[in-house]
């Protein structure tokens, strides 16, 4: 019994470090080395021409992750006007987020932050970045400027959410919802997770059934009744390959300190 307790509790922790969705309130790194490590980010991505990218960022060490798991947390960041504190306005990356919400871990909602928000809970300032071709580009800016993100949601949070069919939502599976959209040139989600099924291979998840089973008795944003056969979810790796497989990716770059 003393095993089986430590199994679920180890099992949780690496999950909890896995799923890297929450907005984050607590800071591992300085103000100023959060906001140096943003900017050097945005930076990077304007120096590239990139008007909309996917990003990732690292919530827990490497090591604590599942095999093939390179990032927790990805979203879609988009060159826009933003209006400060103070009221004036300015050009930088604002990023569109689907976030667990913390009062239910069974549940999501879409958040717009900026790379310093985005950046504020890492456990290491490490981020990955997506650059797709200037034309998925510019239709991904056209999703989102449409609302049409908001209709891709699904608030049903899982941790290992089945990318092939639409009962439960993770950040991962919406950001790659908002690219097929952008794609496709459509939010009809049956013709979605056809293409889905058809053309994008997902992330093996490495932890038995037994294992996931334990952890879904003790977390509700974890459940396996999307999935049949092997458990597979969508990862930061298995859109920069869906992309580079098919010619929609100016470049995929990991930018760390």
């Known amino acids: 019994m003393n095993q089986l307790i430590v199994l679920v509790y180890t099992l949780l922790f690496v999950c909890t470090s ?26 990077y991505a304007a120096q590239q021409g990139a008007r909309a990218f996917i990003i990732a960022r690292l919530g827990q060490p490497q090591e604590k992750l599942p ?19 103070n009221g004036k306005t300015a050009k930088g990356y604002a990023i569109h987020n689907l976030y667990q919400n913390a009062d ?3 549940k999501s909602s879409l958040v717009t932050d900026y790379p310093v928000d985005f950046f504020w809970g890492v456990s290491e300032l490490k981020a990955g970045i997506i650059i ?9 800016i056209e999703v989102i ?17 089945n990318p092939y069919n639409n009962r439960y939502q993770n950040c991962t599976e919406h950001t790659l919802n908002i690219v097929n959209a952008a794609i496709y040139q459509t939010t009809d989600m049956s013709r979605l997770k056809a293409n ?38 969508t990862s930061f790796t298995t859109i920069a390959n869906y992309l580079a497989d098919y010619d929609l990716m100016q470049e995929k770059h990991t930018f760390e300190l």
């Open 67 to 85: 095999k093939g798991i390179e990032f927790t947390h990805t979203a879609i960041a988009v060159y826009s006007e933003i209006t400060l504190s």
């Open 104 to 106: 239910n871990s069974a």
């Open 18 to 43: 896995y799923a890297g969705s929450n907005r984050a309130t607590e800071a591992n790194f300085s103000p100023q080395e959060i906001a140096s490590f943003a900017k050097q980010v945005e930076k």
């Open 145 to 161: 400027a449409s609302g049409q993100n908001q209709q891709l949601h699904n608030p049903r949070y899982s941790l290992i959410a």
């Open 196 to 233: 889905t099924k058809a053309y994008f291979s997902p992330q093996p998840i490495h932890f038995s059934r037994l294992k996931l089973s334990l952890g879904s008795m003790f977390n509700s944003g974890i459940t396996m009744k999307d999935h049949q056969g092997k458990i597979k979810t």
């Open 132 to 140: 797709p071709s200037a034309e998925l580009q510019q239709r991904i």
